[in-house]
């Protein structure tokens, strides 16, 4: 798992990115990945960030069954070049 705190311009304090995280298959389903989440959430809390974001692939179903449960989806589609 790696996480970052970064500023942004449109809010008062850092937002917390969880820019990676991988649980191998034979932990997934067990609760491992929601254990990594809560940790990147409470070092945003400790922190003081106001929100914790992270992107997924929308075939990612297994997932995004847990995101789906501890976060919210966004109506933001991201763009690249």
Same mark, same amino acid.
């Given at each position: ?9 449109? =809010?008062?304090? +850092?937002?917390? @990115? ?8 034979? !932990? #997934? ?17 400790? =922190?003081?960030? +106001?929100?914790? @974001? ?8 297994? !997932? #995004? ?17």
């Amino acid at each position: 798992m790696h996480y970052l705190f970064h500023p942004v311009t449109w =809010a008062k304090s +850092d937002r917390c @990115y969880l820019e990676d995280l991988f649980v191998s298959p034979d !932990a #997934r389903v067990k609760g491992a990945g929601r254990a990594l989440i809560e940790a990147v959430y409470q070092a945003a809390e400790e =922190a003081g960030t +106001d929100q914790v @974001y992270w992107l997924t692939a929308e075939s990612n179903m297994t !997932a #995004r069954r847990l995101y789906d449960r501890i976060g919210h989806v966004t109506p933001f589609i991201k763009y690249r070049n």
